[in-house]
């Protein structure tokens, strides 16, 4: 991944990481998805925008069909934001940065 700032997760630590008291916003997405393309640069500003404030993380769900199941994602990119181990926060489907940057400045 291009991004130092973007936390790519897996099964192993994903609990721990959403599990922050600060924001932690995680793009569920797939190499092959059109839509999630159109998002990967949105992220990266977020990334840059938040980093030490906020876990701007990535999440590929063909590599973790588990995680994916189990927060009932059925279709992508599904940006969920969590804060202390909670869902706070699903959308569906591209957004623009500035959405995501009032969504996650209001959490702070």
Known sequence: MANQNVLELTQENFAQTISASTPVLVDFWASWCGPCKMMAPVIDELADEFAGKAAICKLNVDENTDLAAQY?????????????????????????????????????
Request: net charge positive.
């Open 72 to 108: 009932k994602v059925m279709s992508i990119p599904t940006i969920l934001i969590f804060k202390d181990g909670v869902e706070v926060s699903r959308d569906i489907g591209v957004k623009s940065k500035d959405y995501f940057f009032e969504k996650i400045n209001s959490m702070l």
